[in-house]
């Protein structure tokens, strides 16, 4: 299991959820919304509950249960373990799930890091 991995009880039923930069990427493309905008939207509570979905079935190993397992398991569950997962991603580590203060304050430090990058640069 990589660090970023975590586990989340569905139908009482465990998954293990990798967040690896290819399941993250096809996320963005299958949602059309980057990584980055997304936390934003999970902190703020105003994710769907169909980018639920597609987060976890992206990041799922395991085929995922139909999408009715994210109601029956009780959604505080999976957005907890979702919040849980993308503060890992954003290099957090703790207890509580994401909350907008502290998700508005990774994102501003990895704002800050790569608006530095030479790879922003034009040429």
Do not use: W
């Not at 967040?19 to 299958?30: K, W």
């Amino acid at each position: 299991m990589t660090t970023n991995s975590c586990q989340i009880i569905l139908d009482g039923n465990s998954y293990t959820l990798h967040p690896t930069f290819a399941a993250l990427s096809g996320i963005e493309q299958t949602l059309g919304i980057g990584f980055v905008a997304l936390a934003r939207k999970l902190a703020e509570g105003d994710i769907t509950l169909e980018e639920l979905a597609a987060i976890i079935s992206g990041c799922m190993a395991e085929t995922p249960p139909d999408k009715d397992a994210l109601v029956r398991g009780g959604l505080a569950n999976v957005i907890e373990t979702v919040s849980d997962m993308f503060a890992a991603v954003f290099g957090e580590s703790g207890e509580a799930p994401i909350t907008r203060r502290n998700l508005e304050e990774m994102m501003d430090r990895f704002s800050d890091v790569t608006a530095s990058a030479d790879y922003r640069k034009a040429p």
